[in-house]
């Protein structure tokens, strides 16, 4: 079975940064390509950003371009979304998935991820 946990949310000020973690265990986390999504109340869940299972290929979403970094550690089967230049607008619950089928490129779509983390909250206060 499949066990995502992220760590690393918390509160932060407008231009703080903060480093989120996700450990997976289940699988041979170094097949599977890995994305960080996120949802703030009222909103749909939206993509963040997404790695290949190699770490070749990264994707982010237009508006952590530039800010974020994903980023894995096969050795530590984990995944890490360095967030750097936090805005209010980036308060959410963070999720970690897995991609579906083995050495994948990385994609934006929910719809290709079926294992999820339970989130870990981010907070950025103005």
């Known amino acids: 079975q499949v066990q995502l946990v992220e760590s690393g949310g918390g509160l932060v000020q407008a231009g703080g940064s903060l480093r989120l973690s996700c450990a997976a265990s289940g699988r041979t986390f170094s097949m599977y390509a890995m994305g960080w999504f996120r949802q703030a109340p009222r909103k749909e869940r939206e993509f963040v950003a997404a790695i290949s299972w190699s770490g070749s290929n990264t994707l982010y979403a237009d508006s952590v371009k530039g800010r974020f970094t994903i980023s894995r550690d096969n050795a530590k089967n984990t995944v890490y979304l360095q967030m750097n230049s936090l805005k209010p607008e980036d308060t959410a619950v963070y999720y970690c998935?897995?991609?579906?089928?083995?050495?994948?490129?990385?994609?934006?779509?929910?719809?290709?991820?079926?294992?999820w983390g339970q989130g870990t909250q981010v907070t950025v206060s103005s």
């Open positions: 998935a897995m991609r579906i089928g083995t050495f994948m490129a990385a994609s934006t779509g929910r719809e290709g991820y079926n294992y």
